[in-house]
Structures are given as C-alpha cells and as structure tokens.
Nanobody, 125 residues
Framework: QVQLVESGGGLVQAGDSLRLSCTVS????????VGWFRQAPGKEREFIAA????????SYADSVKGRFTISKDNAENTGYLVMNSLKPEDTAVYYC??????????????????WGQGTQVTVSS
C-alpha cells in the first residue's frame, strides 16, 4: 500500500520561501510520477506541478511557473516542492500525489492513484 506524508507547510510572509517534502512508503518512487495539487478555501483543487519517474518531464501551472520548483530524490523516496516569492494567493492546503503515468497527472481531468493528507501553507500580506 502506497502512503504519502507531506511536511514543511506553515505560516510565512509574502515574499518568503518554503520547501514542502513528500515522503513515500510502500513503493519505490523510482517508478512514479510525483506531483503537487493545492486547494484554497472555497475553490476547487488545482494542479501545481509534476515530475515524471526519470525527472526528465516536468510541468507547472502558469500561476507558479518561475517561482516553484519540483524535484524528487528516488534514493530517499521523497518528493519536494520549493516555493519562492510566495504570495497571499498561494495560501492553500497542498497535497502530494503519486501516479504511475505522468500524462494522467497533467491531463484534464487528472487521474491520480495516491494522495497525501495535505499540509497547510498560509502566506500573510
């Protein structure tokens, strides 16, 4: 059984940075696409970023392109999301996901095999 546990969320000020981590157990991350979604209060869950099993395919939502960086460490079975230049509109619960197929993560609608429980990110102005 695949389990994903996020960490690294918190309360920061606009312009600050955070690094979210997603530790995966139950499967080797080497075979999986890792991604991040977020859900703000009153809004639908939205795609943020994804990186495929090899790291050679990466996709970002336009709203975070140039500010967020996704990566994964297969040896540590951990995915990361570095968030720079944070804005109040980045406030949301951030969810880590794992999926066998990259195209399913970035597709519309996305098809996701495994979700984490979420971590809160709050950016004050």
């Amino acid at each position: 059984q695949v389990q994903l546990v996020e960490s690294g969320g918190g309360l920061v000020q606009a312009g600050d940075s955070l690094r979210l981590s997603c530790t995966v157990s139950g499967r080797t991350l080497m075979q999986y696409t890792v991604g991040w979604f977020r859900q703000a209060p009153g809004k639908e869950r939205e795609f943020i970023a994804a990186i495929n099993w090899s790291g050679r395919s990466i996709s970002y939502a336009d709203s975070v392109k140039g500010r967020f960086t996704i990566s994964k460490d297969n040896a540590e079975n951990t995915g990361y999301l570095v968030m720079n230049s944070l804005k109040p509109e980045d406030t949301a619960v951030y969810y880590c996901i794992a999926n066998l197929y990259f195209d399913q993560v970035v597709g519309t609608p996305p098809k996701i095999d495994h979700w984490g429980q979420g971590t809160q990110v709050t950016v004050s102005s």
